[in-house]
């Protein structure tokens, strides 16, 4: 077997030692956890679904916003079909086919069965053009980026 030049690996080709990484400082649990906490009540307090319905012209509205929007319409669209399901057709999450497959329920069980299917069909509309606001504002964000 030959002999193989040494692999220069994290250090240079010379045999210099790499500059030792620098250590972010650390964050203690107890200052993480009261950030966590404030964030999420502040954004319980504006939510941004009330934030992007109440947007008059002029406003100025981050595109993670219409983001934001989405997925907290989505949220309450899962809660709002799953109520109907449990009210109106308890069997179906009592007896279904992918709970005989998988041994539990989906998420998507309290959205496939009527009449919650109706609801969350027309409450999918908003969802999707909140999502593609948002894709088309950070599209455009980018593109206007990008001339400067």
Same mark, same amino acid.
């Given at each position: 077997?030959?002999?193989?030049?040494?692999?220069?690996?994290?250090?240079?080709?010379?045999?210099?030692?790499?500059?030792?990484?620098?250590?972010?400082?650390?964050?203690?649990?107890?200052?993480?956890?009261?950030?966590?906490?404030?964030e999420?009540?502040?954004?319980? !307090?504006?939510?941004?679904?009330?934030?992007?319905?109440?947007?008059?012209?002029?406003?100025?509205?981050?595109?993670?916003?219409?983001?934001?929007?989405?997925?907290?319409?989505?949220?309450?669209?899962?809660?709002?079909?799953?109520?109907?399901?449990?009210?109106?057709?308890?069997?179906?999450?009592?007896?279904?086919?992918?709970?005989? !497959?998988?041994?539990?329920?989906?998420?998507?069980?309290?959205?496939?069965?009527?009449?919650?299917?109706?609801?969350?069909?027309?409450?999918?509309?908003?969802?999707?053009?909140?999502a593609? !606001?948002?894709?088309?504002?950070?599209?455009? !964000?980018?593109?206007?980026?990008?001339?400067?």
């Amino acid at each position: 077997m030959k002999d193989l030049p040494p692999h220069p690996g994290p250090s240079g080709a010379n045999g210099e030692r790499a500059a030792p990484k620098q250590h972010l400082p650390e964050i203690r649990q107890d200052s993480l956890a009261k950030h966590i906490r404030r964030e999420f009540w502040s954004e319980l !307090r504006h939510p941004a679904l009330v934030e992007v319905m109440r947007q008059r012209s002029g406003m100025v509205i981050s595109p993670e916003e219409y983001f934001k929007a989405s997925a907290e319409l989505m949220s309450l669209t899962f809660g709002i079909c799953w109520l109907i399901t449990v009210q109106y057709n308890f069997e179906a999450i009592r007896e279904n086919p992918l709970k005989l !497959r998988l041994g539990y329920n989906n998420l998507c069980v309290g959205l496939d069965t009527p009449p919650a299917l109706y609801v969350g069909a027309g409450i999918y509309g908003f969802i999707m053009y909140f999502a593609m !606001r948002f894709a088309w504002l950070d599209w455009k !964000r980018t593109e206007l980026a990008r001339e400067r």
